[in-house]
């Protein structure tokens, strides 16, 4: 079989020589300072912008990477002439997003004006969870959208945060922890290039990624969902995410608009200020400094980029929810950055704002924030933003400035072309799960796979083996291997999505054919097997709901492990986990340790390590704690069970 080896020419490199927390970050030969903490604010524009310009220039090194970025200030007379045409109840439903899983009444889209619509988790069409049903759900809402007093489209958005996991079919890539071991930016932009294809063949024309939060305690449960717990990688790979998404300027009808969320500061909560007394949605306790070295560092990189949209977070700032907090938003994020393209909440943020609901959208409009993921109560919103304005409370000038951002990009997006077609690229159609897709899926896969341990020559498997056992729950369950954000919000066990291969049946596909493969999922039946494979890992889970207190594996993967090491075999381990966790106690008796967190539809990805036919090249990036203990970074360091930056070739 031919080698899948990576070639060695990269188009970026991001090695990180240096200690994750430096104050400079190296592109090349470029050494760039990263945002400086102590210095007045009238001076950190200055620095920012011209940060701006030396990382763009550092990080693109092709033509298509050379591409304009996406500019909605070009279309700023344009949008602002329209403003100038509406009135207040049609400037008021362009700030409005509902779920289209609360829309009361389709003519709502024509009665209220609205300016978008979302699908969030678990919001399907009614007509059942297929490309076909997407796209007619889309095109009937387009339609009614155009059919308004000023013919404004709807610029509709999905949580197309690994592929467009949203729909049945769809080819469904590693989470971004994954993408992170790759150190890959081609591969990255590649994988949000077809992630745009897959996501407007349904019609949408709006992906709320790529996350650019900067994980700082694992046990946090969207820690997958970040691409490293260091910025400079998270800058790097999140800007190649944004152009990969939006192509080149103007987007075109294979790509959409992207959104780098959630800012800022999400990824470093501190454990108890959280939903639960837990992390998810809690308050980071930061100096500015430092705040600004960690988890405001990737936004200069995605606003170079072109992002079209910033989504402000759940958390708070030293006790100021951020979606409300007008120094965050409008000083630094719009003025100090320079961001010309709009800010859009998160599910009902605005909610948590400020307990009375007229005072938190108030103060969150006021703040900055242009449009709102309402999403459910999009009535009460529009009737209470607008007594707002008529009472003073909200001025007309920043309604203006809202409506003038959100028009700009649906100027940009091409949306107010004369002629505009609402339906859906049918011809998108055909690449949708495609097998060229399911080939890049696969090699992000590979490429993300981290080898942590390797004696006594367990790995590469062999495939003149007489019998290969697989074990544990994980190894042939593709709803598993996928995580959350997987067809449904939360993920789920078991065969949820069509097309893809699991680790059992990839590792079948791949043996000798005088090979045996067999499998148990409690690691029975182990006796007399050359080598057995266990698999093991974590259930789905997103969001709040994933945040743990512990990280060790679950009794039914011990239980497996203990089984598959009575039969005096060779054990080579296989970890599917959105973090890493606490392998310390099962990793003397592994001979082998390979972390494939959570990779998507493709386990060929897996085979192909596992079986030679691609060499390691994935490097940690997030530091493998040796205990709970030490899943908040600034403890990680010491003495881990593996560094940041390690991993292990079939050299070493």
């Not at 100038?84 to 889209?109: C, N, P, S, W, Y």
């Not at 599910?347 to 007229?358: E, I, L, R, T």
């Amino acid at each position: 079989m031919r080698s899948l080896e990576k070639p060695a020419a990269r188009t970026y490199d991001c090695s990180h020589a240096a200690p994750p927390l430096t104050t400079h970050v190296k592109f090349g030969a470029l050494v760039t300072p990263l945002l400086p903490a102590p210095l007045p604010w009238v001076r950190c524009r200055a620095i920012a912008l011209a940060l701006v310009a030396l990382i763009a220039a550092a990080c693109s090194t092709s033509s298509a990477q050379r591409a304009t970025p996406f500019a909605p200030l070009a279309f700023d007379t344009k949008a602002r002439a329209l403003v100038g045409r509406m009135t207040l109840a049609e400037k008021i439903g362009q700030m409005t997003q509902v779920d289209q899983l609360f829309l009361k009444d389709t003519a709502d889209i024509e009665r209220y004006a609205l300016g978008s619509i979302l699908n969030g988790g678990d919001s399907d069409p009614v007509a059942g969870n297929s490309l076909q049903a997407w796209r007619a759900m889309y095109e009937m809402y387009q339609g009614r959208a155009i059919r308004t007093r000023l013919h404004i489209p709807l610029i509709y958005g999905v949580d197309a945060v690994h592929g467009n996991n949203n729909v049945i079919g769809a080819v469904v890539f590693p989470h971004n922890i994954g993408l992170g071991a790759t150190r890959d930016s081609a591969l990255v932009r590649r994988i949000a290039e077809i992630t745009a294809e897959e996501t407007r063949a349904v019609g949408a024309n709006w992906a709320f990624a790529p996350c650019i939060c900067v994980p700082q305690d694992i046990r946090w449960g969207r820690s997958y969902e970040g691409f490293s717990e260091d910025p400079a990688l998270v800058a790097m790979l999140g800007a190649a995410a944004v152009r990969g998404l939006q192509g080149a300027n103007p987007i075109d009808r294979t790509h959409v608009a992207a959104t780098a969320k959630h800012f800022a500061g999400d990824g470093g909560t501190s454990l108890g200020s959280g939903i639960d007394k837990r992390l998810d949605q809690g308050d980071t306790r930061v100096d500015s400094a430092t705040l600004r070295r960690i988890h405001i560092r990737p936004y200069i990189d995605a606003i170079a980029a072109g992002v079209a949209t910033i989504m402000p977070s759940y958390n708070s700032w030293n006790g100021v929810k951020v979606s409300g907090d007008r120094h965050l938003l409008t000083d630094v994020l719009k003025g100090e950055l320079n961001f010309n393209g709009f800010l859009i909440s998160d599910y009902k943020a605005v909610n948590q704002v400020h307990s009375d609901y007229k005072t938190a959208i108030g103060i969150s409009i006021n703040a900055g924030m242009d449009m709102v993921m309402v999403p459910e109560h999009y009535q009460e919103f529009i009737a209470l933003l607008t007594e707002l304005v008529q009472e003073g409370r909200v001025p007309m000038s920043r309604i203006d400035d809202a409506v003038t951002r959100i028009l700009r990009v649906k100027f940009a997006m091409g949306l107010m072309e004369p002629g505009y077609d609402p339906h859906a690229d049918h011809a998108l159609e055909q690449r949708f799960g495609s097998a060229e897709h399911r080939a890049v899926a696969r090699q992000a896969v590979r490429e993300s796979a981290v080898l942590l341990k390797n004696e006594r020559g367990a790995l590469p498997l062999s495939r003149s083996a007489r019998r290969i056992h697989v074990v544990g729950r994980s190894a042939d369950d593709i709803g598993i291997q996928s995580g959350g954000w997987t067809i449904f919000w939360q993920g789920k066990a078991g065969n949820i999505t069509t097309g893809g291969t699991t680790v059992l049946s990839a590792i079948r596909a791949g043996a000798g054919r005088g090979t045996q493969v067999t499998y148990s999922a409690d690691g029975s039946g182990a006796a007399g097997a050359d080598v057995v494979v266990v698999v093991v890992g974590e259930g789905p889970y997103a969001e709040m709901k994933g945040d743990r207190l512990e990280l060790a594996l679950d009794a039914s993967d011990r239980q497996a492990l203990a089984n598959a090491r009575a039969a005096n075999s060779p054990v080579v381990v296989v970890v599917i986990s959105g973090r890493p966790l606490d392998i310390a106690p099962v990793l003397a008796d592994a001979s082998a340790v390979l972390a494939a967190w959570l990779p998507g539809t493709e386990g060929g990805g897996v085979a192909d390590v596992l079986f030679g036919d691609y060499r390691p090249t994935g490097k940690l990036s997030f530091t493998w704690p040796r205990s709970v203990d030490q899943t908040v970074r600034s403890a990680a360091g010491r003495d881990p069970l593996f560094p940041f930056g390690f991993g292990l070739t079939y050299q070493e």
